[in-house]
């Protein structure tokens, strides 16, 4: 729909509108297909990903205890489901809005 939309084929007057729209829909689907919020995480304090942040943690040059892991783990897995959720709203949002109105 997004190519047809953005052709010369489509007669919509707002077709270039309806194109970023559908873009918008394909793109959060393929992010929540791919599922890998976790690579979108850093620490805010350290700037580093999780897996740089355990890189670390296992040569030795960073003093960790439980509780700070527990805690940037805790941290990391609320705002991992906070950005899951966002994408469905919002994918949801769009869709409800213009699933009647996305028909040539």
């Not at 047809?4 to 707002?14: G, I, M």
């Not at 929540?32 to 805010?44: H, K, P, Q, T, V």
């Not at 897995?77 to 040539?104: A, P, R």
Request: some cysteine.
């Amino acid at each position: 729909m997004e190519d047809f939309y953005n052709s010369d084929r489509a007669v919509s007057a707002d077709r270039k509108h309806v194109a970023s729209k559908v873009r918008i829909c394909r793109l959060l689907c393929e992010r929540l297909a791919r599922n890998n919020y976790d690579s979108m995480l850093d620490l805010e304090f350290h700037g580093e990903t999780w897996d740089d942040f355990l890189e670390r943690l296992n040569s030795g040059r960073k003093i960790v205890t439980c509780h700070t892991l527990g805690h940037y783990g805790d941290r990391w897995g609320k705002y991992e489901s906070y950005m899951m959720n966002q994408d469905i709203e919002l994918l949801c949002k769009v869709i409800q809005k213009h699933i009647f109105t996305w028909w040539d």
